[in-house]
């Protein structure tokens, strides 16, 4: 009786590892085949955001192009009102000549401006205020 409570004891036993062991397996499975996906889906996205980038590339060539087109023709429209209020050629160039300079440098305060954001001042003020950097002698 005793040789066969143990035989029952054991069967559990290799039953109850046998499981544990298959549960392991399936969660290295899913884990290994979970990770795949992931690493595939962000091939395939880095894939969509390529295309992505060249054709923003190719749209803002043109756009560009196009732009200076049209600002070219808006100079010539100035240009010829100008001269058509009886404005010499010289001073109609001076007066587009200045209007080119003056928002030229309104672009330009503007990125100045803007330029202040892409240093992460918060952060660095932050940064600095934690004074994590200093040594402590």
Same mark, same amino acid.
């Given at each position: 009786?005793?040789?066969?409570?143990?035989?029952?004891?054991? +069967?559990?036993?290799?039953?109850?590892?046998?499981?544990?062991?298959? !549960?392991?397996?399936?969660?290295?499975?899913?884990?290994?085949?979970?990770?795949?996906?992931?690493? @595939?889906?962000?091939?395939?996205?880095?894939?969509?955001?390529?295309? @992505?980038?060249?054709?923003?590339?190719?749209?803002? #060539?043109?756009? *560009?192009?196009?732009?200076?087109?049209?600002?070219? &023709? !808006?100079?010539? *429209?100035?240009?010829?009102? $100008? !001269? +058509? $209020?009886?404005? @010499?050629? #010289?001073?109609?160039?001076?007066?587009?000549?200045?209007?080119?300079?003056?928002? $030229?440098? &309104? *672009?330009? =305060?503007?990125?100045?401006?803007?330029?202040?954001?892409?240093?992460?001042?918060? =952060?660095?003020?932050?940064?600095?205020?934690?004074? &994590?950097?200093?040594? +402590?002698?």
């Amino acid at each position: 009786m005793k040789n066969n409570n143990r035989i029952n004891n054991n +069967s559990i036993n290799n039953k109850n590892s046998a499981s544990f062991l298959e !549960v392991v397996n399936n969660i290295t499975k899913t884990f290994f085949t979970l990770l795949s996906d992931t690493f @595939s889906l962000a091939k395939l996205e880095m894939n969509l955001a390529r295309e @992505s980038l060249g054709y923003i590339v190719i749209l803002s #060539l043109i756009g *560009i192009s196009l732009l200076s087109i049209t600002w070219l &023709c !808006v100079i010539g *429209i100035i240009f010829l009102l $100008l !001269v +058509s $209020l009886h404005f @010499s050629v #010289l001073t109609a160039l001076l007066s587009i000549t200045l209007l080119n300079i003056f928002l $030229l440098a &309104c *672009i330009i =305060t503007a990125l100045i401006r803007l330029r202040r954001n892409l240093h992460f001042p918060a =952060t660095r003020r932050q940064l600095r205020d934690l004074n &994590c950097f200093k040594r +402590s002698d």
